[in-house]
């Protein structure tokens, strides 16, 4: 079955498995998904991921991480969707909660924080906001 926005469902599974307080779940691999998993772990927001491989379809399993009972992950936004892509110049890199939270950026050097990318100057799609 085809997804119109595999990100958006990523990112509503690990909204759903936060709200009911559950320490892993799982969904169909893809590599922005893992690219996605792993700057999420770089951040502290997961504690790990890792890829199940197996036919017809891989799985990403991601490991949440919570401190005296509350997650990590308080917010979680997509951005830019398929039907209105949002993208930035380095100049108007966005700030998530006054740099509290992290944008998630698609640049032409990969996917990256928004810190990152002002490191590295540069500007790209905005995938989300996590907080």
Same mark, same amino acid.
């Given at each position: 079955m085809s997804m119109s926005d595999p990100i958006a469902d990523m990112l509503t599974r690990i909204r759903n498995a936060v709200m009911i307080k559950r320490d892993q779940? +799982?969904?169909p691999a893809s590599g922005l998904k893992a690219e996605i998993a792993a700057l999420l772990r770089h951040e502290g927001y997961i504690s790990g991921f890792k890829i199940i491989r197996k036919k017809p379809q891989d799985t990403l399993m991601i490991q949440l991480k919570y401190r005296d009972g509350a997650s990590a992950i308080r917010g979680i936004k997509r951005i +830019?969707?398929?039907?209105?892509r949002v993208y930035t110049d380095v100049k108007d890199v966005p700030k998530v909660l006054n740099g509290i939270g *992290? *944008?998630?950026i698609s640049t032409n050097k990969g996917l990256m924080t928004d810190v990152e990318a002002r490191e590295n100057n540069v500007g790209g799609e905005v995938l989300c906001y996590v907080w």
């Open positions: 779940l +799982s969904m +830019s969707k398929p039907g209105l *992290a *944008a998630f």
